[in-house]
């Protein structure tokens, strides 16, 4: 039949509702992984000096690609302590620059 299963506005909705559920959950699991982590080190401190590595992948080789992920992971856990995706396309999409 060609017809679209959502309108637009729908679709609108139902992504944000999932971005929302996806945060919450990562806030989450990042609490707790941050948790886990200053157990391992004890040292009680606010601020914990880390052994971190960090690594980046962009989605195509070469210059042009428009979207990429870095993670930094913490050497002694091997837990993701923070990540960043970097998208040309949503901030496009987004009207921001």
């Not at 052994?51 to 979207?67: C, K, M, N, P």
């Amino acid at each position: 039949m060609n017809k679209d299963p959502f309108s637009s506005t729908t679709y609108g909705k139902c992504a944000r509702r999932l971005d929302n559920a996806y945060t919450l959950a990562s806030e989450n699991i990042f609490a707790e992984i941050h948790r886990e982590i200053k157990n391992v080190y004890e040292n009680g401190a606010e601020i914990t000096d880390l052994s971190i590595s960090f690594d980046g992948t962009w989605l195509t080789r070469g210059h042009t690609s428009l979207i990429g992920v870095g993670c930094v992971i913490d050497m002694l856990t091997g837990y993701v302590v923070d990540f960043e995706v970097m998208s040309k396309v949503s901030s496009l999409l987004c009207g921001k620059k």
